[in-house]
């Protein structure tokens, strides 16, 4: 299948996904860890000294910045796990393809967001 997209502009756009792509590889690392038997990232608790009289508000705090880590880390990983795709269908050539519909995804929509799989106007129905 023969990309409408000229070799230019896939080329930048790999460029860019891979640049994102070590961008959220370098924030995973700074708030969790990969655990290769799940194959997911978990997310790290926070470091805080213990045996301070505040030992309660610290306990407190660091629940709240763990959860936020945790939110983070899926954020993260849906971000991470859609531009590997977008990476493979270029190694394939397939970039640009709607998964809804088989058509091609506008230029524009992918300047804009690189890891788009489907057109603007089906991106709810994945």
Known sequence: MRSRYSQEFIDKQQQILLKN????????????????????????????????????????????IFQQREAQVSD???????????????????????????DWIDEERLKVYPAARTCADDHSQL
């Open 21 to 64: 792509k070590a961008a959220i590889e370098q924030d995973l690392s700074s708030i969790s860890r990969y655990d290769e038997s799940s194959g997911t990232y978990i997310a790290l608790q926070p470091d805080f000294d213990s045996g301070t009289v505040e030992d309660q508000a610290d306990d407190s705090a660091e629940s709240e």
């Open 76 to 102: 993260l990983e849906k971000s991470f796990s859609e531009i590997k795709l977008a990476l493979k269908k270029i190694d394939e050539g397939n970039y640009g393809r709607c998964e809804s519909t088989g």
